[in-house]
C-alpha cells in the first residue's frame, strides 16, 4: 500500500474503507445473483457515529426507511449489510418485514442491539427479497474466508464494469486520521442522489451533528452534481461511520484543522463520484463541466447539471462531434438567469464561443480532443463569482443494450 502526498493530504493508494483503524468488511455470494458476490458487510470494533444521506425519489426503498429509523435513535451504527441484485423495493410490508429481519439476523450474528445495523439493498425493483437465501448467506457471512475489503466492493455492485474505492490520511492533532470509501453506481445516475450506494469510514472522533453537516455540504458538490442518464432511483444512500479510533480530539467547525478535513473528506467524495460517472453503462468518457461567472454558485450548479444532463451534448461528445449548439441551448434552459451576449464556451483549450456568437476553430483539432477519455467543458458567465462542477460520461449504444435486457 503506498500513498500519495497532496498538500498535508496522503492519498493511499490501494486503501478502501477497511484502512481506517477498527473496521472490517467482506462479501459472498449468497445466491441472490447466478455467480457474482451479492452479499457485503463492513464492521466496527466499537459503535460508531453515523450520518446519511438518501434518496429524493418518493418511492423510498424499505432498507433506508429502517436505516434512517436506526440511526435517528441514537446516531450510531456498528456495522452494515448491503446485498445486491435485489433492491426490495416497492415490496410493501413484507419489504418492509424483511429488511427488519435483515437486520435482526445480522445485529445477532455480530452481537449488537439491532438497530447498530444498517441495512441497504440494490437491484430489481419489485421483487420480494429471497430471505431464505439472506438468511443462509447471514449466516455465513463473518466466517474468515469472506473477510476482505475487494469482495465487499464486488458484492455492492449490479452493472457497473469494475469496483470503486479511494482512501486518504492526514494528521489532526498529532494523530493520524484515515478516511476511506467504497461506492457503486452505474445506471439510474442523475444529480439530487442517484442509484448509488457511497460508504464512507473515517477512524476520526467527531459528533453526529457536525460529521452530518460535513456530509451535506459535500454530497451537494460531489455526489449531487453528477449523472448518467437522468434517472433518480429509489434506493440511493451515501452512509459514513466515524468510530474514533484515531483518538484525536473531537473534530468540530471551531478545530482549528476543520477546513483540512472538510478537504479530506470533500476528495474521498469527489474521487468517489467521478468514478460513478465515469463507469456509466456503456460510457466510453468522463465529461467534467466546469462553470464560472454565474451569479452565484446556485446558479452555475443549476447550468453544469442542465449541460452534463442533456443526451444531445453526451450522444455529441460519444461521436466526437464539437457541436457547441447543443451546449449552448442547455445553458438557455437550465432556468438560470444570465446574459446570452457575455457567454463563453470552450471544449478544453478551444474556445468555440465567445460573447454569446460563434467562434473561429479548427473543427478538425476539436475533433481529435473530443477523442479522449477525459473531457473539459468551461463555461465563463462574467456575471458573478459564482462556480460549480459537475461530472457525467457520454450516452452510448452500449446504454440501451445494458438497459434493454437488464432483468434478462
Known amino acids: 500500500m503506498q500513498t500519495i502526498e497532496k498538500k498535508k493530504i496522503m492519498v493511499v493508494e490501494g486503501g478502501g474503507v477497511t484502512t481506517p483503524k477498527g473496521f472490517k468488511a467482506g462479501g459472498l455470494h449468497c445466491g441472490i445473483k447466478r455467480k457474482r458476490l451479492d452479499l457485503g458487510f463492513i464492521s466496527s470494533v466499537v459503535p460508531a457515529t453515523a450520518a446519511g444521506v438518501y434518496t429524493t425519489n418518493l418511492f423510498q426503498a424499505a432498507p433506508l426507511m429502517v436505516t434512517q429509523e436506526s440511526i435517528d435513535k441514537e446516531h450510531k451504527?456498528?456495522?452494515?449489510?448491503?446485498?445486491?441484485?435485489?433492491?426490495?423495493?416497492?415490496?410493501?410490508?413484507?419489504?418492509?418485514q424483511d429488511a427488519y429481519d435483515m437486520q435482526r439476523l445480522f445485529a445477532e450474528k455480530m452481537g449488537v442491539p439491532n438497530h447498530y445495523v444498517a441495512v441497504t439493498s440494490t437491484g430489481v425493483i419489485g421483487v420480494p427479497l429471497p430471505m431464505d437465501k439472506m438468511k443462509a448467506g447471514i449466516e455465513k457471512s463473518l466466517e474468515k474466508e469472506n473477510e476482505g475489503v475487494i469482495r465487499f466492493e464486488q458484492a455492492i455492485l449490479t452493472t457497473d464494469t469494475g469496483v470503486k474505492?479511494?482512501?486518504?490520511?492526514?494528521?489532526?492533532?498529532g494523530e493520524v486520521v484515515t478516511i476511506g470509501g467504497a461506492a457503486k453506481g452505474s445506471g439510474m445516475i442523475h444529480p439530487n442522489m442517484a442509484t448509488m450506494l457511497g460508504f464512507i469510514t473515517t477512524d476520526a472522533q467527531i459528533d453526529h451533528t457536525t460529521l452530518t453537516e460535513v456530509l451535506k455540504e459535500v454530497t451537494n458538490q460531489t455526489f449531487n452534481m453528477i449523472t448518467v442518464d437522468g434517472d433518480t432511483s429509489t434506493n440511493d444512500m451515501v452512509l459514513v461511520m466515524a468510530n474514533?479510533?484515531?483518538?484525536?480530539?473531537?473534530i468540530t467547525n471551531n478545530h482549528p484543522q476543520w477546513s483540512l478535513f472538510v478537504e479530506a473528506f470533500q476528495m474521498v467524495s469527489e474521487?468517489?463520484?467521478?468514478?460513478?460517472?465515469?463507469?456509466?453503462?456503456?460510457?466510453?468518457?468522463?465529461?467534467?463541466?466546469?462553470?464560472?461567472?454565474?451569479?452565484?454558485d446556485e446558479?452555475?450548479?443549476?447550468?453544469?447539471?442542465?449541460?452534463i444532463s442533456s443526451n444531445l451534448v453526451k450522444t455529441a461528445i460519444y461521436g466526437t462531434d464539437p457541436n457547441w449548439g447543443r451546449i449552448v441551448c442547455a445553458i438557455?434552459?437550465?432556468?438560470?438567469?444570465?446574459?446570452p451576449t457575455h457567454v463563453t464556451v470552450k471544449l478544453g483549450p478551444i474556445t468555440v464561443v465567445e460573447k454569446g456568437l460563434p467562434f473561429a476553430f479548427d473543427e478538425e483539432e476539436a475533433k481529435t480532443y473530443l477523442q479522449q477519455e477525459n473531457i473539459h467543458i468551461f463555461v465563463d458567465l462574467h456575471q458573478g463569482e459564482g462556480?460549480?462542477?459537475?461530472?457525467?460520461?457520454?450516452?452510448?449504444?452500449?446504454y440501451v443494450k445494458i438497459n434493454a435486457s437488464y432483468r434478462t
Open 77 to 96: 451504527i456498528q456495522a452494515l449489510l448491503v446485498n445486491s441484485g435485489n433492491a426490495n423495493s416497492c415490496t410493501g410490508e413484507q419489504g418492509l
Open 165 to 173: 474505492n479511494v482512501c486518504v490520511q492526514l494528521e489532526i492533532d
Open 244 to 250: 474514533g479510533e484515531a483518538k484525536n480530539k473531537p
Open 271 to 296: 474521487s468517489l463520484a467521478k468514478q460513478i460517472a465515469r463507469d456509466g453503462e456503456g460510457a466510453t468518457k468522463l465529461i467534467e463541466v466546469q462553470v464560472e461567472g454565474a451569479i452565484d
Open 332 to 339: 438557455g434552459y437550465s432556468g438560470e438567469k444570465l446574459n
Open 299 to 307: 446558479a452555475a450548479r443549476g447550468i453544469s447539471k442542465s449541460i
Open 387 to 398: 462556480k460549480a462542477t459537475a461530472w457525467g460520461c457520454d450516452l452510448t449504444y452500449d
